[in-house]
């Protein structure tokens, strides 16, 4: 076949394009999908509506027009973005001067380069899942090109399934013993993690819950032993100390810390976090951390910080403490942490003034703030008015409906008119328990604003406003708080036997949240063994056959034995077919030795069927012998695996057979 003219030939070659191009689909421009549509239907048009073929002028205009449009979009034609798009528009485009096999050829590897490419957005198990969909469509429509007529559909899907079983084993040995080295193979351009999102380290009105919304998992912990409840899990991310009386932000940075000191109150909690890029380097720890992992380092406000912004799926495992008690207030940092905007109205000022004068320490202050918040009507609610250009004021003494955010910048405020050192945390609280995998899955949506005050007692205090408002939040996490409010159960009266009632999972909402479950516990053992098989992980496995003293020769050594095996295991498979094979016919052409004495001689042209058929027409007294070498012969020649018992019974029946 020269040209491209066979229309299920073509179809072939249009099918496997979509399942190439579609996982790019949600992160390209719609024009960029749209030119690779319309290059593959006005192709199929061609072919079977006669439409018009573009000339060679038109073709290298649109092309041009194509790479202009793609530089007006990125202001670059490097890179991973305007890389990927320039594949996708030309295959569009080549769509359209498809003649010959080899331009066949060329587009259906163009595929496989598109399909490759698609892991530099994501490492996913659907994609991956995907991708061996994908690759094997395009498989067999390279089977269909290069024979285009005696091959099913359900043919050339078996020996594309086939193709790519016998390359299994090859590519299990290549991936687990290529040697691997730190960090990424080849450096991203920074349109890479354009697309990774997480905790930003300014707060301001609404910003939690701008992130409350994404249902994408922050992360994941394994503990060992049972988990603290839920009220426990303040995963802490960043200390937010500045404040321009609108929103906060994190202090200078200071010098990182090779240790923190506090005092543990409690047993220590042991857990493995497995942390999902998001281009920012904060840690989430369950505070306080009492250790600190490699490659991480500590900050004096006893966050963790990782030394270049994670773009990769991080694991690492920590000890903390629930219960503690830290040392001194360094002066500088309590002027930091007393510090007031301009814009603090009276009317606050006063208020915490008030509660100054009636209490003796930080601790009965912050309990007036809290009876106040749950005094005076104040609401928890997922969708909070807009506030101006003073939110506290407008929130403490007008709306007095907020989230997270609202309660714990108002907090803080109160706290530090009072003279109170105070700041705020923003991090993650609670999460979801995986039952089916025993493992805490924390979602973006479990984002939480909390306030620590410093007290002599104690140091530095967790409080949290929330609590004082909507309980459930504590105790039952952000998405029975979620569902509460979209069923008009009213918070802060926990428990009840409305919100039990709200919380209670019909069967289609089981069986959708342990669907969920075990396709997340398929995702972790993805991401463990495949998406994340790094330097570290390799040593381990290889520690575990016996090989401690690893070293690249080592493992070229080794890759390169494990290959040899392989492919000489392969040769002795074919060679064994070809012996029985050969064996076969050696013993057929006996056979038909003995007919052509009975004067039953088989032509050049006949196969086994039909000299079969002619000599059962002949001599029907011979018709059960001849029927049953027959069948025997093609199964030991032709069968996808050759029995030794088929070959035995065929060498006994042709010594049987008599003319």
């Known amino acids: ?243 321009n009386g609108r929103g906060w932000s994190r202090a200078a940075p200071a010098s990182p810390a090779e240790s923190i000191s506090f005092t543990p109150l409690n047993d220590p909690v042991t857990y493995q976090v497995t942390l999902e890029p998001s281009n920012k380097p904060w840690m989430p720890a369950l505070e306080l951390p009492g250790m600190r992992p490699k490659g991480a380092r500590y900050q004096p406000d006893f966050t963790l910080e990782h030394r270049d912004a994670i773009r990769e799926r991080l694991n690492y495992t920590l000890t903390s403490y629930t219960r503690y008690r830290t040392g001194e207030l360094a002066v500088a940092e309590r002027a930091k942490t007393l510090r007031l905007p301009e814009n603090v109205s009276p009317r606050t000022r006063d208020l915490a003034e008030q509660w100054r004068r009636e209490n003796s320490n930080p601790a009965s202050v912050a309990r007036a703030a809290l009876d106040y918040f749950n005094r005076e009507n104040f609401v928890y609610t997922l969708n909070p008015p807009l506030l101006g250009d003073n939110p506290v004021d407008e929130f403490l003494f007008t709306t007095r409906r907020g989230f997270c955010e609202h309660y714990a910048a108002a907090f803080v405020t109160l706290m530090r008119a009072a003279g109170i050192p105070s700041r705020v945390v923003i991090g993650y609280l609670g999460g979801e328990v995986n039952t089916a995998g025993n493992y805490l899955i924390v979602r973006q949506s479990d984002a939480h604003a909390w306030a620590e005050i410093w007290s002599p007692a104690r140091g530095w205090m967790r409080v949290d406003p929330t609590g004082a408002i909507a309980p459930e939040r504590i105790e039952l996490g952000f998405d029975a708080v979620r569902r509460l409010e979209l069923q008009g159960v009213a918070l802060g009266r926990l428990p009840t036997d409305a919100v039990l009632r709200a919380l209670q999972l019909g069967w289609l909402e089981y069986v959708a949240l342990h669907t969920r479950w075990y396709w997340d516990i398929s995702h972790l053992a993805w991401y463990r063994w495949v998406a994340d098989y790094g330097k570290e992980r390799q040593e381990k496995f290889l520690m575990s056959l016996g090989i401690e003293k690893i070293s690249w020769g080592r493992l070229f050594s080794l890759l390169l034995a494990c290959v040899l095996l392989i492919t000489l295991g392969y040769a002795l498979v074919l060679w064994r077919t070809k012996k029985s094979s050969d064996f076969a016919l050696a013993l057929y052409r006996r056979f038909c030795g003995k007919l052509a004495r009975a004067e039953l001689v088989r032509a050049p042209h006949e196969g086994p069927l039909d000299f079969a058929r002619r000599c059962v027409n002949r001599r029907p007294d011979l018709s059960q012998q001849v029927r049953i070498i027959t069948d025997n012969y093609l199964r030991a020649r032709y069968g996808a695996t050759v029995q030794s018992d088929t070959l035995r019974a065929l060498k006994r029946e042709i010594r049987r057979f008599q003319a």
């Open 1 to 243: 076949m020269n040209t491209v003219h066979d229309r299920s030939v073509l179809l072939s070659l249009l099918v496997a394009g979509v399942g190439a191009v579609a996982p790019h689909v949600p992160e390209m421009p719609p024009w960029i999908v749209a030119v690779f549509a319309a290059g593959a239907v006005w192709r199929y048009l061609i072919d079977t509506q006669r439409w018009h073929r573009p000339g060679r002028f038109v073709r290298v205009a649109l092309m041009v027009l194509v790479i202009v449009g793609i530089f007006r979009q990125y202001g670059t034609l490097l890179g991973r973005d305007p890389g990927i798009a320039l594949l996708i528009t030309l295959l569009g485009l080549k769509f359209l001067e498809l003649k010959t096999q080899r331009d066949a050829v060329v587009t259906l590897f163009v595929y496989y380069l598109v399909i490759l490419g698609s892991f530099l957005y994501s490492q996913s198990l659907w994609l991956g899942c995907w991708a061996l969909v994908a690759v094997t469509a395009s498989t067999m429509a390279l089977m269909h090109l290069m024979q285009p007529t005696g091959l099913t559909l359900f043919s050339r899907l078996r020996l594309s399934a086939v193709m790519l079983a016998k390359a299994v084993p090859l590519m299990i040995v290549v991936y687990l013993l290529f040697p691997r080295i730190s960090g990424t193979l080849w450096g991203l351009p920074a349109d890479a993690y354009s697309g990774l999102t997480g905790m930003s380290d300014i707060m301001q009105p609404g910003s939690i819950r701008s992130l409350s919304e994404s249902s994408e998992i922050a992360f994941r912990a394994t503990f060992e032993g049972a988990p603290p409840p839920l009220r426990e899990l303040y995963w802490r991310g960043l200390v937010l100390t500045d404040t």
